[in-house]
């Protein structure tokens, strides 16, 4: 299990380092967390639209915190956290498994891209 969770995190690593060439904020970044989870958001994202796209592109991922699975108000976990409202709402959890590969790790990279350089344009997707 040692292995999987190195090998989880170092992708997770890899996610977020790529996440962080665009605007994304990742959550708890500094912080002793779980390997294969990432939790993350672009100022005035919202959730839903992004979702639907990544969707599209064929990945499942959820937003808000796991706290907030399922539900459609914002994360009160990252609401106590003290985290501006304009990034609970397009909070992204991307968990990664022990059949991830780094090439997934990519194509997700490039979709977000995707995503973010799309909704940037039309404005759409994110809170003018």
Excluded at 6 to 29: N, Q, Y
Excluded at 41 to 54: D, F, M, T
Excluded at 71 to 85: D, E
Excluded at 92 to 118: C, H, Q, Y
Aim: hydrophobic content about 45%.
């Amino acid at each position: 299990m040692a292995a999987d969770a190195e090998r989880m995190r170092a992708l997770r690593d890899r996610l977020e380092a790529g996440l962080k060439r665009g605007p994304a904020v990742i959550f708890g970044e500094s912080a002793e967390r779980l390997p294969n989870t990432s939790l993350f958001s672009v100022p005035g994202l919202k959730a839903e639209i992004a979702l639907i796209n990544l969707d599209l592109d064929g990945f499942a991922v959820s937003s808000g915190s796991a706290c907030s699975s399922g539900k459609v108000t914002a994360s009160h976990v990252l609401t106590a956290m003290g985290i501006a409202p304009e990034l609970v709402s397009g909070a992204i959890r991307v968990s990664i498994g022990p059949t991830t590969s780094e090439n997934e790790i990519d194509s997700f990279l490039e979709a977000w891209m995707k995503v973010v350089t799309s909704l940037s344009r039309d404005k759409g997707g994110l809170a003018a």
